[in-house]
């Protein structure tokens, strides 16, 4: 793993829809288990797509990777506890707002004493490294057991972005996508297979964002990003195009082979997401939206 600073001990897609996802040493799968931003949204009219916030697993060459630590980890640390064996996973975290590490306390793997996880994250807006954040939201009064409780084994990281995180024969590269909200988007290459997670689109981007965005993205199999939407105080859904314009602009501009926008808003519910995604495919046709349960399987 180059270019970390390490803290102390601390082709073509294919979609299913499944609850659980296993991969050999030779596979490439991606499965969503929250596909919400902002906050965990259960409603019977958001059941569909999901309420639970961002987590996105990728197995490849026989390693665990996980992207963002929203109320989506809870139910995969469900699904990895039935495995009954060791587990060992790299979690890698976009930034350091609520919505992104808020399931990471309820993580149930992270309390056996067998399994490993490596963390990675950049400096928060207020320079407080990753494991300085996953700590004190873990504090009183916010929470009842400080992370201390946790008796796996865990490795943290702090990311440079713009740097790789060399993992064998599985390469991640990282970039800064968001000066504002320091945000860090990945990109996870292995053998000709590409996948990039980047999900703090703007509408109208830093043009220093937007260029370290579309190098990072350029022409990878599946592009993970975010929808886009007025603040949340005058979300109206007068018009639904700008939640999807600028991740459909982004995937035309970076020549990428498929779409998923995820990070829905709270207030879309099922059907206006429905809506959303027959406008994106209009636009691009190999692009949809992300729901909870969806397995994406990169291959040749």
Request: contains cysteine.
């Amino acid at each position: 793993m180059s270019n970390l600073a390490p803290s102390d001990f601390q082709s073509s897609v294919t979609e299913t829809a499944t609850t659980t996802a296993s991969s050999s040493v030779g596979e490439f799968l991606v499965q969503f288990w929250g596909v919400r931003g902002l906050i965990a949204t259960p409603a019977s009219n958001t059941d569909r797509y999901g309420g639970n916030t961002a987590c996105v697993e990728i197995q490849v060459a026989g390693k665990r990777l996980i992207f963002d630590g929203g109320t989506g980890l809870r139910i995969l640390g469900k699904s990895l506890r039935q495995l009954q064996q060791p587990i060992e996973a790299h979690l890698f975290f976009t930034n350091s707002q609520s919505n992104r590490i808020q399931g990471f306390p309820f993580f149930a793997p992270a309390f056996v004493p067998e399994n490993r996880f490596h963390i990675y994250g950049s400096a928060a807006s207020n320079s407080a490294s990753i494991k300085q954040c996953l700590c004190d939201q873990m504090l009183q009064p916010h929470f009842p057991y400080p992370l201390q409780v946790m008796q796996s084994e865990l490795h943290f990281y702090n990311v440079i972005p713009g740097s790789d995180v060399q993992l064998d024969d599985v390469t991640i590269t990282t970039a800064s996508i968001n000066q504002t909200q320091r945000s860090v988007g990945y990109r996870v290459s292995w053998q000709n297979k590409s996948v990039a997670y980047v999900t703090d689109l703007t509408k109208n981007a830093d043009p220093v964002d937007q260029e370290q965005i579309l190098q990072l993205v350029k022409g990878v199999d599946l592009l993970i990003a975010n929808a886009t939407y007025v603040p949340p105080t005058a979300n109206s859904h007068e018009s639904t195009d700008v939640h999807w314009q600028a991740a459909v602009e982004v995937a035309q501009n970076a020549a990428v082979k498929k779409l998923v926008i995820s990070h829905h808003h709270p207030d879309d519910e099922d059907d206006f997401l429905d809506q959303v995604q027959t406008e994106v495919k209009a636009t691009f046709a190999q692009g949809l939206l992300a729901c909870e349960g969806l397995v994406l399987s990169i291959g040749d």
